[in-house]
């Protein structure tokens, strides 16, 4: 399947400063791509690579097919800023409308006031909303065109956890439809909620390209803890090696949870507080950065 | 389609909802016109001279001033970096904002005459009121384009002292404000060369069913492809 992205040692600069240097990557039709990093880092400088706002110093961007040109790509792609756009005495629905009528096949403008909860605000200017609802104005613009390849940028800022919510759920009903979304958040949760594939930068550098799962277990060891009043410390389950063992307290590092409590499963009856732990995204972050 | 969206949104949003602005954009050039036919009082020579020269300098006014400040606060709502990433191209852009200026500047001339014939009894045939209307709205055409391309120039303050920088000296030395011949030689020479000075006096000759002058229409086509030549090269800079 031809990668709906390709990055080919990609390199920016402002003068002496390197904000990244030789970035090679692959995103496929499909996926739901978090891209992290720290402030700094480069996420928002590789965005706007990625959307065309900025040029490479170095390297080569494809979006598509190869011999699409920008204006059949900007029908094709989708994006939501952090920045809210607007203009002074425009309804939401004349802003909307605006933005369908800019589409080849747009999704009718009573679907995008649907898909982002604004019926009700239809007729309101759009400087007279709250945060969250510019947001999901916001949202609404980065849909109208029903777009291929999405590009979100911080999209829950500002949004109460319903609305949150609401909104995962949406991108997770968008990516089964088989669109490909790009996600930078520093609401890490929400990374880990939604991206299946983590573009990690540091130090100049991705440090990581690849799933999820992978990061999370290149990173943080997957722990079982129970209690009880056998004695295991001469038991050997082959899914899991005993760490430590305080009175009736294990904690055991195991390879995969699933095949480790089906070897517990005979000892259940004397098991009490079975608990499962890994490190979330939010806790790998912070780990990394701290050089661990 | 894209376009009649937009330009029907721009209308409705600088004209039709902006009421107190626009009362404010078409009394400004009347009080102007209304507090000189005071001052300068004579004949009915004199009267349209002045009137003339008012409305011009009300078309100058909003396609400096009004123009830049609505493009300013449109960039400053990140309107854009939503251009920059979507299919509306800049030039959709400026020319809907062009069209919906255009009108305003009508509107302005409009209401001026009304006043002129009404309040000051300005002596002048329909036919003379429709000549000034549209040489005075072809001559601000290269006005409201000069209008976008300053916004390019930096913060919303700038721009707008750029604005008046350009507004009331171009005024004074096309003679719009005082007769150009209480001027030095040299700084007639230099005000003979705007693009208002050319409008008024289109208008005279036409007035005065004078031969066409190739040589002030020519001056006007000038400043129309070097504002839009302006305009698009300072378009091409990178968005906020």
Redesign the interface.
Request: glycine fraction near 6%; hydrophobic fraction near 45%.
């Given at each position: 399947m031809q990668p709906i992205i390709t990055a080919q040692n990609l390199t920016k600069t402002y003068g002496q400063q390197i904000v990244f240097q030789d970035l090679n990557f692959q995103i496929q039709p499909g996926e739901v791509v978090g891209l992290i990093g720290n402030n700094g880092a480069g996420k928002t400088t590789l965005l706007n690579l990625l959307?065309?706002?900025?040029r490479p110093t170095a390297g080569q961007i494809h979006l598509f097919a190869d011999n699409l040109s920008p204006?059949a790509i900007?029908?094709k792609r989708g994006?939501m800023?952090q920045?809210?756009?607007?203009?002074?005495?425009?309804t939401v629905q004349?802003m909307l409308?605006?933005?369908c009528?800019?589409?080849a096949q747009p999704l009718s403008l009573s679907t995008v006031l649907q898909l982002t909860d604004l019926n009700s605000q239809a007729q309101q200017y759009v400087s007279k909303l709250s945060g969250g609802q510019k947001r999901r104005l916001n949202w609404g613009?980065a849909l109208a065109?029903n777009p291929e390849l999405l590009f979100l940028d911080e999209p829950t800022s500002g949004m109460d956890t319903t609305s949150r919510h609401h909104f995962w759920q949406a991108i997770q009903e968008l990516n089964a439809q088989g669109k490909t979304i790009i996600v930078t958040s520093h609401y890490l949760a929400e990374i880990d909620y939604l991206a299946q594939h983590i573009l990690f930068l540091k130090d100049h550098q991705l440090i990581h390209n690849g799933t999820l799962a992978d990061l999370k277990n290149k990173y943080s060891q997957i722990i079982v803890t129970f209690d009880s009043s056998q004695d295991f410390t001469q038991h050997n389950f082959h899914q899991g090696i005993l760490q430590d063992h305080q009175q009736n307290h294990y904690i055991y590092q195991v390879t995969s949870s699933e095949q480790f409590v089906q070897e517990l499963n005979e000892f259940l009856p004397v098991i009490q507080h079975l608990r499962i732990h890994q490190k979330n995204l939010d806790e790998i972050f912070q780990q990394v950065n701290q050089g661990e | 389609?894209?376009f009649?969206?937009?330009t029907k949104?721009n209308f409705?949003?600088l004209i039709l909802?902006?009421t107190r602005f626009l009362i404010f954009d078409v009394a400004s050039p009347i009080f102007f016109y209304l507090i000189y036919t005071q001052i300068f009082t004579g004949g009915q020579q004199l009267k349209v001279n002045i009137f003339i020269s008012m409305t011009v300098f009300a078309t100058l006014l909003s396609s400096i001033i009004t123009v830049s400040n609505n493009i300013m606060?449109?960039r400053q709502?990140?309107?854009f970096?939503?251009m920059?990433?979507?299919?509306?191209s800049q030039k959709l852009y400026y020319l809907s904002l062009s069209l919906v200026f255009i009108f305003l500047n009508v509107l302005q001339i409009l209401a001026m005459e009304i006043v002129a014939a009404f309040g000051t009894k300005l002596n002048l045939s329909m036919d003379k009121y429709l000549q000034i209307l549209v040489i005075a709205t072809v001559g601000s055409f290269a006005l409201i384009l000069i209008g976008a391309a300053i916004t390019f120039l930096g913060n919303s303050s700038f721009v707008n002292s750029i604005a008046y920088s350009i507004v009331f000296p171009l005024a004074i030395i096309s003679g719009l404000w005082t007769p150009m011949n209480l001027m030095p030689s040299w700084l007639q020479q230099i005000g003979k060369l705007t693009p208002t000075y050319a409008t008024v006096n289109l208008i005279h000759n036409f007035l005065q069913k004078q031969p066409w002058s190739w040589n002030l229409f020519g001056k006007l086509g000038i400043w129309l492809l070097l504002a839009m030549g302006l305009l698009i090269i300072c378009s091409r800079k990178?968005?906020d």
């Open positions: 959307i065309g706002l900025q204006t900007q029908q994006i800023f920045d809210d756009f607007g203009l002074s005495r425009v004349e409308a605006l933005a009528s800019l589409y613009l065109g | 389609m894209a009649v969206t937009l949104i409705k949003r909802r902006n606060s449109d709502q990140h309107f970096r939503f920059a990433v979507t299919p509306l990178s968005v």
